[in-house]
Nanobody, 123 residues
């Protein structure tokens, strides 16, 4: 059973950068579609980016060109590099894993979730 330990959140000024980490145990992350989601206060979960088992990557339009998702198979760890952060990026960020979907990771159902890490972008 997959379990995650997330880290890397915090307070950063607009234009700054953060890198989130999601270390997995209990199974091999590369065998799943993996993703980062975020939830801002009063809003639902929003997909940020994902990597399919075939290595295809998807990003939400709101973060394209600013965020980079990556998977280190040797460390069984998922990362989210966030650059040029904006106040509207403020949210609780969670990693997730789900069975591979034939239409791509943006269509997958994610059943295993990390506990979440808070990212606050403010001056």
């Amino acid at each position: 059973q997959l379990q995650f330990v997330e880290s890397g959140g915090g307070l950063v000024q607009p234009g700054g950068s953060l890198r989130l980490s999601c270390e997995a145990s209990g199974d091999i992350l590369a065998d799943y579609d993996v993703a980062w989601f975020r939830q801002a206060p009063g809003k639902g979960h929003e997909g940020v980016g994902c990597i399919s088992t075939m290595g295809f990557i998807w990003y939400a339009d709101s973060v394209k060109g600013r965020f980079t998702i990556s998977l280190d198979t040797a460390k069984n760890t998922l990362y989210l590099q966030m650059d040029s952060l904006k106040p509207e990026d403020t949210a609780a960020y969670s990693c997730a894993a789900g069975a591979s979907h034939p239409d791509g990771c943006s269509r997958a159902s994610y059943g295993a979730w990390g506990q979440g890490t808070q990212v606050t972008v403010s001056s």
